[in-house]
């Protein structure tokens, strides 16, 4: 009852400031399109179905009339998605606990699409919202959803299947359909070469021809961190997921526990790799860790860490050198290792060693988990982020403008 008694003052506390600019909008739609109101048929708490209001034309300030719905009770300001009918309709029985809630203007699932991590099922999002629903719960969801919308752009923005970055070729995918491909190619017969690049990776290939080949001729490039999806709002696309390698990996070695591959932990600090893979086994029982060595070799081991990554019968190879090293080291090797797919993690085995702790969920919801590796790491990470960050914007500006040539 005190939630509902919020939305419903906080409904009409909006609906009284922002009177006259909502009796100009009003005019602006019924001068554009002879109408009003217009809505969308939607199903509400208990499955009574609503129309969600907008108004009729499409110009700026279109959703403000929503606050009517808020205020009649037939959404909350924090709530589940609000379904159609067909949608409602798929729900299993498992799921019907979000229509004893009512559809929010923000959700869970909706704050983690904005800013590319909604990789949870959307029905578990939902009972862990059901379940930890409160005044302080409620509006910390609703601050993050303004925050991470201003990072969002336009998600109408057509999302085409590759994405280029400086002459980089990324795949506009989901974490699903990613780890769906490397599973693939396990199986396939010709090994393969996965890389993940964020704003400092593609800073660097600007300057470094030699990892920019290589990025160009890897069978596959994921887009990893926010700076990403900023620089696909500003040449007018949109980014399907923020598929990064540390959300990626715990879904791998669940995929990997249940299929029966085995991966192959490769770099770090010594005793990191072994203490990645002592977590993850611990979380996935059955999966198989085929070895592990730290990153501290020099040239002449080489040959005897690939002969004993290849004796181990390793799947997946993941090297975790940082940016460009693993690149480099993985493609001069690339004809000699067995494993059949070979990727670069950076800084992964230091995050699920419990070396360095990841940052807050909620500070990955509004898309701030780089400034979290600031405040951990000032000393090495203020040039990739201080100066990095603007450098690649710039540089995504001049893309646009067809200034970059490499």
């Given at each position: 009852?005190?939630?509902?008694?919020?939305?419903?003052?906080?409904?009409?506390?909006?609906?009284?400031?922002?009177?006259?600019?909502?009796?100009?909008?009003?005019?602006?739609?019924?001068?554009?399109?002879?109408?009003?109101?217009?809505?969308?048929?939607?199903?509400?708490?208990?499955?009574?179905?609503?129309?969600?209001?907008?108004?009729a034309?499409?110009?700026?300030?279109?959703?403000?009339?929503?606050?009517?719905?808020?205020?009649?009770?037939?959404?909350?300001?924090?709530?589940p998605?609000?379904?159609?009918?067909?949608?409602?309709?798929?729900?299993?029985?498992?799921?019907?606990?979000r229509?004893?809630?009512?559809?929010?203007?923000?959700?869970?699932?909706?704050?983690?699409?904005?800013?590319?991590?909604?990789?949870?099922?959307?029905?578990?999002?939902?009972?862990?919202?059901h379940?930890?629903?409160?005044?302080?719960?409620?509006?910390?969801?609703?601050?993050?959803?303004?925050?991470s919308?201003?990072?969002?752009?336009?998600?109408?923005s057509?999302?085409?299947?590759?994405l280029?970055?400086?002459?980089?070729?990324?795949?506009?995918?989901?974490?699903?359909?990613?780890?769906?491909?490397?599973?693939?190619?396990?199986?396939?017969?010709?090994?393969?070469?996965?890389?993940?690049?964020?704003?400092?990776?593609?800073?660097?290939?600007?300057?470094?021809?030699?990892?920019?080949?290589?990025?160009?001729?890897?069978?596959?490039?994921?887009?990893?961190?926010?700076?990403?999806?900023?620089?696909?709002?500003?040449?007018?696309?949109?980014?399907?997921?923020?598929?990064n390698?540390?959300?990626?990996?715990?879904?791998?070695?669940?995929r990997?526990?249940?299929?029966?591959?085995?991966?192959?932990?490769?770099?770090?600090?010594?005793?990191?790799?072994?203490?990645?893979?002592?977590?993850?086994?611990?979380?996935?029982?059955?999966?198989?860790?085929?070895?592990?060595?730290?990153?501290?070799?020099?040239?002449?081991?080489?040959?005897?860490?690939?002969?004993?990554?290849?004796?181990?019968?390793?799947?997946?190879?993941l090297?975790?050198?940082?940016?460009?090293?693993?690149?480099?080291?993985?493609?001069?090797?690339?004809?000699?290792?067995?494993?059949?797919?070979?990727?670069?993690?950076?800084?992964?085995?230091?995050?699920?060693?419990?070396?360095?702790?990841?940052?807050?969920?909620?500070?990955?919801?509004?898309?701030?988990?780089?400034?979290?590796?600031?405040?951990?790491?000032?000393?090495r990470?203020?040039?990739?982020?201080?100066?990095?960050?603007?450098?690649?914007?710039?540089?995504?500006?001049?893309?646009?403008?067809?200034?970059?040539?490499?």
């Amino acid at each position: 009852m005190k939630l509902r008694a919020i939305d419903f003052v906080l409904a009409a506390a909006l609906l009284i400031v922002l009177a006259p600019v909502l009796a100009v909008r009003a005019l602006v739609s019924i001068l554009r399109s002879g109408r009003l109101f217009s809505g969308t048929d939607l199903v509400g708490r208990f499955g009574a179905p609503f129309r969600r209001l907008h108004f009729a034309d499409d110009a700026p300030g279109a959703g403000l009339p929503v606050l009517l719905n808020i205020l009649r009770g037939e959404m909350a300001f924090a709530g589940p998605r609000p379904l159609t009918a067909e949608e409602a309709a798929a729900i299993p029985a498992s799921g019907r606990i979000r229509f004893e809630m009512r559809p929010g203007l923000v959700s869970p699932y909706t704050l983690r699409a904005q800013v590319g991590i909604a990789y949870e099922d959307e029905e578990a999002l939902d009972r862990e919202f059901h379940a930890m629903q409160s005044v302080k719960h409620n509006f910390g969801l609703v601050l993050r959803a303004c925050v991470s919308q201003l990072l969002a752009g336009n998600t109408e923005s057509p999302a085409p299947d590759i994405l280029q970055f400086f002459g980089v070729p990324i795949a506009n995918t989901t974490m699903a359909e990613a780890i769906d491909w490397i599973a693939e190619r396990v199986r396939g017969d010709r090994a393969a070469i996965l890389a993940f690049v964020n704003p400092d990776c593609l800073n660097i290939a600007c300057v470094n021809p030699e990892y920019r080949s290589i990025l160009k001729a890897a069978d596959r490039v994921l887009p990893d961190g926010i700076g990403i999806r900023l620089g696909c709002r500003m040449l007018g696309v949109s980014l399907r997921a923020n598929v990064n390698g540390s959300d990626l990996f715990p879904r791998l070695c669940e995929r990997c526990a249940e299929e029966g591959l085995s991966l192959y932990l490769l770099g770090a600090r010594p005793g990191i790799a072994a203490l990645t893979a002592d977590n993850m086994r611990q979380r996935f029982p059955a999966l198989k860790i085929a070895g592990t060595r730290d990153g501290y070799f020099g040239e002449d081991d080489e040959p005897e860490v690939v002969e004993t990554i290849n004796r181990s019968g390793a799947d997946i190879l993941l090297v975790a050198f940082g940016v460009p090293r693993q690149e480099l080291w993985l493609w001069r090797h690339r004809d000699r290792l067995a494993p059949k797919v070979a990727m670069g993690v950076g800084g992964l085995f230091d995050f699920y060693s419990g070396w360095i702790p990841r940052a807050p969920l909620w500070m990955r919801e509004i898309g701030l988990e780089w400034s979290w590796r600031l405040l951990q790491e000032p000393t090495r990470m203020w040039r990739r982020y201080i100066i990095g960050n603007p450098l690649f914007l710039y540089r995504v500006w001049r893309q646009k403008l067809g200034k970059i040539n490499l």
